[in-house]
């Protein structure tokens, strides 16, 4: 069982891995989305998505 973590921006909403943080790495912590510095981080053990219309 994989633990990742997922983090969630505050302003957009959206999720992400670390992964995606750290291809940000340098350059602080922000949503790669909208860059937003603001971001949850949340557990998840099941990888859920959820859709955004
Ligand atoms: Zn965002």
Redesign the pocket.
């Known amino acids: 069982m994989s633990s990742r973590k997922l983090y969630t ?1 505050l ?4 999720s992400f891995s670390k992964e995606d943080l750290d291809a940000l790495a340098g350059m602080g912590v922000k ?1 790669p ?4 510095r603001i971001i949850m981080k949340n557990r998840s053990p099941s990888a859920k998505r959820i859709k955004a219309k």
């Open positions: 921006c302003r957009c909403g959206k949503c989305f909208c860059g937003y």
